[in-house]
């Protein structure tokens, strides 16, 4: 008797334009499992009733995106330590007991793009330097931490809000608003931004590099346009840097493995299937 095919989705509000049943349903075909990747739309309204009877939905498991990662993390009887971190869920499933397990692989994510982007770029972790004060900022300070640097400053508009990471993480954090950051770029082994500046639609991040050290890693979490104006003032002046698509194609990875079985890669030919479906859409 052959199983049944497993079913997993991107769960959030909306979920038109997500590019994960593209990813997903590429790694699918590529590996020949017989199994399905959707999209299910969530109103707020019954978020909370659907990721605490998420069995009821179909699912083997699924993303969650915004704004639902803080709802489904609540309602998950386990948490990986990230999750736990963060307050916040990308990832689900149920385990064989049928009871609700959560991860947050957008840190994955980041540091699986180096790791393919730049290898080394953590040989000698040091200093960071990370625009905004989101929750791709607070994945990302998880990762820089996780992979030993001995620094990480918070810049950010609204200074309470890098604070409140700050409070999380502990001492080898700081939080500053836009006015320190020259001085700080002076001291930085890695430059990342993400804030929305930058991104196709909005303004653009105004940044000084003057004072950036030529060898220090530039990279953004913004990937549409995939060469932001950051990215190419930092090659300009010869900065090694790397885009922001790969953060998005790695995060997923953890959550196919746990659904599907095995460990897909990121390879050129998703890239490339990835990239020309924003240009279809830009
Ligand atoms: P995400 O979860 O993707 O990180 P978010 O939580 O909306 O997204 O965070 C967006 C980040 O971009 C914030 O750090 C925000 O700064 P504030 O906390 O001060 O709002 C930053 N950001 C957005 N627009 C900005 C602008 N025009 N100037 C400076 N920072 C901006």
């Known amino acids: 008797m052959s199983e049944t095919p497993k079913k997993a989705a991107i769960t959030g509000h909306p979920v038109a334009h997500s590019r994960s049943p593209l990813v997903h349903g590429y790694w699918l ?5 017989d199994g399905d990747y959707g999209r299910v739309d969530v109103a707020p309204e019954e978020a909370q009733a659907f990721y605490r009877n ?3 939905s179909g699912l083997t498991g699924a993303n969650v995106t915004v704004p639902h990662k803080e ?4 309602a998950c009887d386990q948490l990986d330590e990230a999750a736990r971190t963060m307050g916040a869920a990308n990832t689900i499933w149920l385990d064989e007991d049928g009871r609700l397990c959560g991860a947050n692989t957008d840190w994955e994510g980041f540091l699986g793009n180096l790791d393919q982007g730049a290898p080394g770029w953590d040989a000698r972790p040091g200093t960071a330097v990370v625009l905004g004060a989101g929750g791709a900022a607070r994945a990302i300070v998880f990762a820089l931490l996780a992979r030993k640097f001995t620094h990480v400053h918070i810049v950010n508009r609204t200074v309470e809000k890098a604070q409140k990471i700050v409070d999380e993480f502990g001492s080898r954090t700081s939080a500053h608003g836009w006015d320190n950051l020259g001085k700080l770029l002076g001291k ?3 430059l990342v931004n993400t804030t929305a500046l930058g991104m196709t639609g909005k303004p653009l991040l105004e940044i000084d590099l003057s004072e950036l050290s030529k060898t220090a890693l530039v990279t953004d979490a913004v990937y549409v346009p995939l060469e932001t104006d950051l990215l190419k003032q930092a ?3 010869g900065n090694p840097t790397v ?3 790969g953060m998005l194609l790695h995060q997923a990875v953890p959550g196919f493995e746990r659904w599907f079985g ?3 890669e990121v390879d050129d030919d998703l890239r490339a299937l990835v990239l020309k479906d924003l240009g279809a859409a830009s």
Do not use: E, Y
């Open 29 to 33: 075909k590529k590996h020949g499992i």
């Open 54 to 56: 998420f069995a009821a």
């Open 71 to 74: 709802t489904a993390a609540v």
């Open 188 to 190: 930085a082994d890695l």
């Open 235 to 237: 090659s300009a002046r």
């Open 243 to 245: 885009d922001g698509l």
């Open 262 to 264: 095995v460990r897909p």
